[in-house]
């Protein structure tokens, strides 16, 4: 049986051996925050988003794709987005306590989603695999926005696993792709 596995990129500007939620890096590394939250620049709705699975806001959680880095790029090379060398850090979906686990579905596509509780489902670690292909929905959007000469957002309809908490990376596989 294939064993499936959860994946995060790999920081350029890792701050020790933890990965930490962006409100986390706010309180221990404030300048680090200071440039990591210019992802969300003309989507700072998000920020203030309750996760209602977990209770807290879209910032506490890290955030987790179960789709394997070489599909992930595949699909990014196929819509036309120049892409180099790509590291994730493997992690074993069983690392994760469910209670601190969800898995925002990513259902709809507004601009402005709200977290309703549909749009979640329950973490059950070896169950990821349902997760783990790369939406029809996610190519089409990248397509569309390499034509449009805008760079796409990788994880636009991908499932998201968010865990509340922080990640020891010290002795985690990367995945080079």
């Known amino acids: ?41 003309g989507r700072e709705f998000i920020q203030e988003q309750i996760i209602p699975t977990l209770n807290c806001l879209w910032n506490d959680v890290l ?28 992690i074993d979906p069983e690392l994760l306590n469910p209670d601190n686990t969800t898995v925002y579905l990513y259902a709809d596509t507004s601009n402005k989603v709200k977290m309703e509780l549909e749009n979640f489902a329950e973490y059950i670690p070896n169950e990821i695999e349902q997760y783990s292909p790369i939406p029809k929905e996610t190519k089409e959007y990248y397509k569309k926005r390499i034509d449009e000469g805008e760079q796409p957002l990788i994880y636009v ?15 985690l596989p990367i995945i080079t792709v």
């Not at 987790?64 to 850090?89: Q, R, T």
């Open 1 to 41: 049986m294939q064993k499936y596995y959860l994946y995060h990129r790999v920081p350029d500007d890792l701050e020790g051996q933890t990965l930490f939620p962006l409100n986390t890096l706010k309180e221990k590394y404030p300048e680090l925050y200071d440039k990591k939250v210019r992802k969300y620049i």
């Open 63 to 90: 955030h987790l794709s179960a789709i394997p880095p070489k599909d992930l790029k595949n699909a990014l090379v196929e819509a036309g987005v120049e892409v180099g060398e790509l590291n994730f850090y493997q």
């Open 157 to 171: 309809r991908v499932p998201h696993i968010l865990f509340k908490g922080s990640i020891d990376v010290s002795n």
